[in-house]
């Protein structure tokens, strides 16, 4: 299946090292999630929230779930904080970022205030979708959902992410010519494309296609500009609008909605399996919003293999938009060496981290279809 990995030396044992211990950083904290939920259901830790909540919320519904929200959420949070800590010290310890610790814990503020926020907001409504119509309030909270959730992908590049990073319009003249011809050669107008901060938190790289309709644009990380040649960043704008041709935002929207149809029917499968079993005295008792908690967290184990492999796939593509649209190879090559350094990635993870964890395909096999490509269009002249 896979191709041998040609132009890639083998991965350093520090970045081996590296990306072991942030793949148990995730699982381990994914597992303290999972367990949080599940005690809060199998000790009735839930109820006693929930009462507490009511006592402080004057017994009112909706304060009363707001309360209730800012309590698991704290506990949750206080629960993942060493994690996240440990998280952080291990981008200082591999020399990956020079973030310091209050800029850290600012971001990590505002990340409990944002969290805070779009929780209330999602569970708010659905529980009153729960007890405005009980029979079917799964279709409708699903509706509801994914209006947030488009309205989310739209507001994101404007709202959300200038909340932990600053953005500016690209002022690069050459790089922005360079654009407008890629955009021509694909038919396509992309809005903007701005230089991300990155290098405030991180020295990591990292380019993206954000945005919908007139949000729409490309991001790429000062940590990128600053160090690669024109030609290296045409070739990742090249990739990016590749998404943007492929419309593979749009597409994975529709996926979403998929996904979240399936979770909303098994959510609210299982309130009722735990109504009739008298686990919950009624659908709309919001202690069981670590039961929905739940469905939604194993959905996601189940379908990440699936949903990273659909991402490397969209990912791929891209790829070969970008080796058809630059004048050569070699920059694309260039740069994915410069990033997998940059970035201590890597190149050739086993067979089961890739499948199960990497929403790219690992770096030596995107190299390698590059000169795949590479030799198909310009073949050896024979003599
Ligand atoms: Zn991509």
């Known amino acids: 299946m896979a191709k041998d990995p040609i132009s890639s030396p083998p991965d350093s044992p520090e970045s081996r090292r590296y990306n072991r211990i942030r793949r148990w950083l995730g699982i381990t904290d994914f597992v303290v999630g999972f367990v949080f939920l599940i005690v809060l259901l199998a ?32 506990i949750s949070k206080l629960l993942g904080l060493s994690l996240d800590y440990y998280g952080f010290r291990l981008e200082r310890r591999f020399k990956l970022s020079n973030q ?29 979708t729960i007890r405005q119509w009980p029979q079917y309030w799964w279709i409708l909270a699903w509706a509801l959902f994914m209006g947030l959730f488009i309205l989310l992908a739209q507001l994101a590049p404007v709202v959300l992410f200038p909340i932990f990073y600053k953005f500016e319009p690209l002022e690069n003249e050459d790089l922005r010519r360079r654009l407008v011809l890629l955009s021509e050669h694909a038919g396509t ?49 090249a990739h990016e609008l590749g998404h943007h ?20 029917w098994a959510a609210n499968f299982a309130l009722h399996y735990a109504v009739d079993h008298h686990i919950f005295e009624e659908l709309s008792d919001f202690a069981n919003l670590p039961l929905l908690a739940l469905v ?22 891209a790829d070969r938009y970008a080796f058809e649209s630059i004048a050569s ?14 970035n201590l990635a890597e190149r050739t993870p086993s067979k089961w981290v890739e499948w199960f ?9 995107r190299l390698a279809a590059a000169e795949t490509w590479s030799r198909t269009q310009h073949p050896t002249p024979q003599i």
């Open 189 to 237: 107008r992309v809005r903007g494309v701005y230089r991300w901060k990155l290098s405030e938190k991180s020295k990591k790289a990292n380019a993206a296609l954000t945005g919908l309709g007139n949000t729409r644009r490309i991001i790429l990380a000062d940590t990128l500009l600053d160090n690669y040649t024109p030609e290296e960043i045409e070739a990742v704008l």
């Open 43 to 74: 000790t009735r830790w839930s109820d006693s929230l929930r009462d507490l909540a009511y006592r402080i919320g004057f017994q009112n519904y909706s304060l009363s779930l707001f309360v209730y929200i800012v309590l698991l959420l704290g």
């Open 100 to 128: 310091k610790f209050a800029s850290w814990a600012w971001d990590e503020g505002k990340g409990f205030l944002v969290g805070l926020v779009m929780g209330t907001v999602v569970t708010e409504l659905l529980y009153f």
């Open 357 to 365: 964890f990497h929403s790219h395909p690992a770096i030596s096999r």
């Open 329 to 342: 190879i070699d920059p694309f090559i260039s740069s994915m060496n410069k990033l997998a350094e940059q």
């Open 296 to 317: 939604s967290v194993v959905l996601s184990f189940l379908l990440m293999p699936a949903l990273n492999a659909y991402s490397r796939f969209n990912e791929r593509q």
């Open 245 to 264: 041709v492929h419309k593979h935002i749009l597409k994975s929207i529709f996926v979403q909605a998929a996904i979240t149809f399936i979770g909303f």
